[in-house]
């Protein structure tokens, strides 16, 4: 078992005990409605959950890192979409608190550490999705104001957030280091929602398109340079795969609780499915995965709260090996609850269909091999 400070467990628990009372029993709900839970949202709210990525002065922790993982593992045990609350919160405030000017972050970062305000992060685009650098959006500079112009997709919380970071193009022949980062606040003129997407899991997580028309972004919410919005945006990828490898070990450990307690239950051929050798192998493969994949997820927690220069590769391979666990081991809670695994009067089939996200955003992951395979090579 890793070691965490008792500021830390402290903090697991806290929420430990708010996920198991209070949003596991709307998790079902939640999915079948596919609405956003604004009380969950609110209930993270009151418990000061959302100061969590934020720094001490905020009311975080000293290793965030390691405590907003631990909290979305908490939280995505009992429900992956409610976990995309504070996941995307982490995720979009962080090229603020990366590259922000002390005027940014002084505006933006106390309402986003109080959770009175939801931020998110626009990178992808239909033409952009691994190839990132690909983008069509662009910004351009007239007078004192920057006009953007494109449409992002595929953007978690874009309807329910307020502050966004946005990848623009602001020099296209000058390929990754074109590229530039704003905060963009929904509001501002020119910003629209568009489609809002239908999905297989996380359906409490809105998800949407953004669409730029000749926005207007004052020049004050430039974040960091020009030119360094792609470097923000990778960087800022490092420090949340951790953050998405917590989110795929609560919903393995989820499936893992699930066929234990069921393989007790059922009874068949005269006894439990528990005593049965061939279920007993498929439980004790799950445990380990689930147990190598945290061990993983909490090393690489531990390099972004050292911001270590292994940080990039571990994050990757923390990504990489929990999300596919986390596949694997909520399809074998199917597999050993059999037909029953397959209804939705269960939540074994929920679990799957929310496990798969995590293979999917913050880089596919092929991307992540990828990254991996770079960092190896180099
Ligand atoms: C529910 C959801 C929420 C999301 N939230 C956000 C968000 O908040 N903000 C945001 O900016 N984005 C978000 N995304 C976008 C997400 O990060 C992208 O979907 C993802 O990076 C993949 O891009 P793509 O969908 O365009 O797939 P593509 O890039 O088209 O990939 C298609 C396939 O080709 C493979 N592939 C592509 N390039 C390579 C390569 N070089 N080598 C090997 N294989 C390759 C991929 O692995 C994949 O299997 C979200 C996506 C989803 C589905």
Redesign the pocket.
């Known amino acids: 078992m890793w070691k965490f400070t008792p500021e830390l467990e402290m903090l697991r628990d806290t929420v430990r005990k708010m996920a198991n009372e209070v949003i596991a029993p709307r998790a079902a709900e939640i999915d079948l409605t596919g609405e956003f839970p604004w009380d969950i949202k609110e209930l993270l709210q009151r418990q000061g959950i959302f100061s969590v990525p934020f720094p001490e002065s905020l009311g975080g922790c000293e290793q965030k890192h390691t405590a907003v993982c631990l909290a979305v593992e908490e939280i995505a045990r009992v429900c992956v979409s409610s976990s995309l609350i504070l996941q ?1 919160q982490a ?1 979009g405030a962080t090229p603020i608190l990366l590259a922000g000017t002390e005027a940014q972050k002084d505006k933006y970062c106390p309402p986003l550490a109080s959770g009175e305000k939801l931020c ?5 685009e239909p033409g ?4 990132a650098a690909a983008m069509a959006t662009t910004a351009e500079l007239r007078g004192d104001t920057y006009i953007l112009n494109g449409l ?1 997709h ?4 874009a309807t329910v957030a307020d502050v966004f970071c946005i990848f623009a193009m602001t020099d296209r022949s000058k390929g990754t280091k074109g590229i530039t980062a704003f905060i963009v606040e929904k509001d501002f003129p020119g910003f629209h929602i568009g489609r809002v ?1 239908k ?1 297989m899991g ?1 359906r409490g ?1 809105p ?1 949407a398109e953004i669409v730029f028309e000749d926005c207007r972004v004052p020049r004050e919410n430039l974040l960091g340079r020009e030119g360094e919005g792609f470097k923000i945006a990778m960087k800022t990828l490092d420090y949340s795969r951790p953050v998405i490898a917590s989110q795929a070990v609560g919903v393995a450990q989820a499936g893992l609780d699930f066929a234990v307690k069921y393989s007790k239950e059922r009874v068949q051929f005269g006894g439990p499915i528990a005593q049965l050798q061939g279920i007993q192998f498929m439980l004790a493969d799950m445990a380990a995965q689930v147990e190598a994949a945290r061990a993983l997820t909490y090393h690489a927690a531990a390099l972004a709260d050292e911001d270590s220069p292994q940080l990039s590769y571990i994050a990757a391979a923390a990504k990489l090996m929990a999300s596919d666990v986390a596949m694997r081991v909520t399809t074998d809670a199917i597999q050993v609850a059999g037909g029953y695994g397959y209804m939705v009067d269960f939540p074994a089939e929920r679990y799957m269909r929310d496990a798969k ?1 995590t293979q ?8 992540q091999r ?1 990254v991996i395979a770079r960092q190896l090579l180099k």
């Open positions: 995307v995720l998110a992060f626009g990178l992808t952009a999705g691994s190839d992002k595929f953007i978690s919380n997407e999905k996380i997580s998800t996200i999917i955003y913050e880089g596919t992951n092929q991307i990828l």
